[in-house]
């Protein structure tokens, strides 16, 4: 999901010394190396997450070398929107989302204040790994995360004002944003599926319409900030008519407000008569996953506009069985993520999927520029693979960092499919001329005959598609049939 | 596959007489409906097919009752691109071919000059069909068409100056048109694919580089007309440095000219590096499948941009196994179809996909406008149904025909994803509300968690996007896990 008014602001962040990481390496070289093949653990609390951003000077979480397995607990940043179901009774949730009065959590987006909204866990520092280099992760395991309390897991889908729904007409009424709660819920047999549970939504947007048509601007600084205090423990909660200071004036705020904030219903707009009108089936995948782009040594990143370090892809194909290759930018890589989900369609429509705490268990393995395979030279945007296809991600601006100055500048110009559809097009027909050799006009042949460019968001700022090429195309000689990806629907997980 | 440049021109066709159709209700009252249950054929030659164009006034060239199983020969036009593979020594499409100089077919295209580019067999009258009502046409069987004198089918790819990759830069050289030939092939087990044969390519863009920057724009009359003899039995061959007549002064033509004329490859381009390059996953589909719009009387409607009618879906899951809705908007609904692929990627990027010439055999249902069900209701957009999925049409224009005046203008306009995911949004959320009973607000997350969105075409004049909407999301207690549709990635038919 996306939050595009306050993430154009890019202050410094000086909360961590970048000589600190400089000892790095030897870690590496001594005690880290020597337990290859050892199984580490991540775990989820205010001191292992960053809030909104990615940061090349952010000190590593965990140090593991090539080769290893890590588990990683990813905690969904819209608990706050049912925190009874979500957040109550799991200590590693509430310790995230006691910020505010105490702050515990050094910093809460790129600035300060939250440009970004993405909770994400890491980094994760992987030795050896340079800029050149391609770090290839393996997603072994997705397992929603049951509260300890209820022993259910939940999940949200908030359709705020930065879906695309705020871009065209309501069918009905006035324009509103809506929040749905899932239960997540496991057959007998292992199967997932999502059950809605009940909705609630803000319904006055006279004094908040999204970005289009706000009538006070939000500006870095005013929602939330440092004077607004929501801490969990005090029940002192974010809510419809809770006054907002805004810079020019003062603003009540009406709207759903920021990702991470804990939301009191507008009273009396629950509504349970969505039970039983339909059911989900899961994909379980990751929203937000990617290595730290290279950018200012001082200056972080915030985390919703993709990069061709990955990121905030939304590509409900990254889940269990795929392989992603993200190219390294930084030393170490730095791996972080989050924004998991418990399922979404292609195009992730009204801003978010069914936002879900989920824990994966990866294989990261580190491949050295000088010796890169075919498939991943020159990688310059995420690749990812699964059993039966190949996947290129493709956006708006596939380095938008580099290609806007300020970047910023991308939620308004990067909110295109039909630019993100020449990236596309352009990665696709280049790595098939890279890596199995085909002329430029083969390559545009069998992308024509052979390949489905499907829309992965239109809510990330910077608006991304996909392409599929089935392995099949390359087997040539092979007689058995081809056999799409299971997951090539919205299907539950391989 | 589509054309522009010529498609802008709109002119009467008095080609039938539109009171000749009065008789036709009489016909279904008769001899045809007392036949129901019968088997009908309609094989494809010089009288059976239209080219270019739909058209409300169109004599019938096959009448059935509802109910009716129906065999379609549908030929492709593009077989002038390799006459010798698919054109020489099959009657029915040496038939068709021979226009030129006899120009045995009345017309060509929507103004007599070949504004349209399909070879569309058809129309079928369904007795008793009325505006109003739904054609359900369930799509039973697609056979690949093979040559009776070589044993053998093949199909063209015509990577050509309406093709995507001419709105982005080439990677290598100057752009260019390249046309890549298939043959068909089946194996023992029955399993279908492609496999390129070779390549030949127009290099020479100079003297015309597409509708973006030709210097000298081709206008109706001007290529090919009938000062231009092409027909295939005087080997009078459309070829580079052919003359071509424009209308402000003369012009080289150099470039791909217009499906349906006999290809003389640019000597010696044929390049057979592409044979065992790679090898395409079939999935045969129609690409061009349609009743008539309601327009006006006299005035045929060009074949390119698809319709709220249908046409021009080029949608690679209307294949076999698939049922389509069509709302029927003249009398008898009139159906036709042609544009048949092997194989086809969603997006159809470079302009066509594998055309090929496909049998289909179909059985045709009537719904009548006071017994729709909820399905079906105030239906005003093609609409898709397989065995695991709905799927939803959309385009640029939901009717161009209605929206824009001239409609012609589409070619300019309606070249836009962004304008088709608002349209294909729109048709999905509608039909949710109106299939389903879901509030507004149900439906936009239901679309958002399990529905994809996906690119169908970029090449049409009218783009075009899809959903799929898994039917398992309504089927509330049934614990069968999902599994999506076999063709939903490119995949050997079901």
């Known amino acids: 999901m996306r939050r595009a008014v306050l993430a154009t602001c890019w202050v410094l962040l000086g909360a961590v010394s970048v000589a600190a990481l400089t000892a790095l390496p030897n870690v590496c070289k001594t005690s880290v190396v020597t337990e290859s093949g050892k199984k580490y653990r991540l775990a989820a609390n205010a001191s292992t997450v960053h809030w909104g951003y990615f940061f090349e000077s952010l000190k590593p979480r965990l140090v593991i070398p090539s080769g290893s397995e890590v588990t990683v607990e990813m905690i969904t940043h819209h608990a706050g929107d049912d925190p009874d179901k ?27 204040q939250g440009d970004g909204v993405h909770v994400l866990t890491g980094p994760i520092y992987v030795c050896d790994a340079e800029p050149g280099d391609v770090l290839q992760i393996q997603i072994l ?59 609630f939504t803000y319904g006055n947007t006279t004094a908040y319409k999204g970005p289009l048509t706000a009538s006070c601007v939000p500006k870095s600084g005013s929602i939330p900030d440092s004077n607004v205090k929501v801490p969990w423990a005090q029940n002192n909660k974010f809510a419809p008519n809770y006054d907002i200071p805004c810079v020019n004036g003062r603003q009540q705020f009406t709207g759903y407000a920021y990702p991470g904030v804990l939301t009191q219903h507008p009273t009396g707009t629950e509504d349970y008569s969505i039970r039983g009108k339909f059911v ?45 290759y993200l190219p390294v930018q930084v030393a170490g890589g730095l791996l972080s993520m989050g924004d998991a989900h418990i399922a979404q369609g292609d195009s992730e429509f009204d801003g978010t999927g069914i936002e879900t705490s989920i824990t994966g268990r990866f294989k990261v393995t580190l491949h050295k520029k000088a010796k890169l395979p075919k498939t991943l030279r020159g ?13 290129i991600h493709g956006y708006a601006y596939g380095n938008y960092l580099t290609e806007l100055n300020p970047p910023g500048q991308v939620f308004a110009k990067g909110a295109s499919l039909d630019k993100a559809f020449e990236g596309v097009y352009r990665n696709a027909r ?63 997980p391989v």
């Not at 200590?91 to 790129?110: F, L, Q």
């Not at 915030?302 to 590509?315: A, E, Q």
């Not at 990688?379 to 996947?391: A, G, T, V």
Request: overall charge neutral.
């Open 430 to 492: 280049d790595w098939l001329m890279s890596a199995w050799d085909l002329s430029e006009d083969q390559a545009i042949s069998l992308l024509t005959v052979a390949c489905d460019f499907n829309v992965h968001q239109v809510v990330d700022g910077n608006w991304g598609l996909g392409v599929s090429i089935p392995k099949y195309v390359f087997r040539v000689g092979d007689k058995k049939r081809y056999k799409p990806a299971v997951i090539c629907g919205s299907s539950t």
């Open 280 to 324: 989900v089936p899961a994909n379980l995948h990751i929203g937000n996953i990617g290595l730290a782009p290279k950018f200012k040594p001082a200056e972080a990143v915030n985390s919703i506009p993709p990069l061709p370090t990955g990121g905030n892809m939304d590509n409900r194909r990254i889940g269990k069985g795929a392989t992603l």
């Open 86 to 112: 979500m957040i109550k009774g799991d200590p590693g949730v509430e310790d995230i989302y006691k910020w505010g009065a105490s702050m515990n959590i050094p910093t809460r987006g790129a600035s300060g």
């Open 141 to 199: 395991e997705l397992v929603p995360r049951k509260n300890p309390r209820t022993g259910k897991a939940y999940g949200s889908n908030a359709a705020a004002w930065w879906g695309y729904q705020f871009r065209t007409p309501f069918k009905t009424g006035k324009a509103r944003e809506v929040t749905t709660i899932y239960e997540v819920v496991e057959d007998a047999d292992g199967a997932v599926y999502a059950l809605p549970d009940y909705q």
């Open 379 to 391: 990688l310059n945007f995420p690749l990812l693979e699964n059993k039966n296809e190949w996947h």
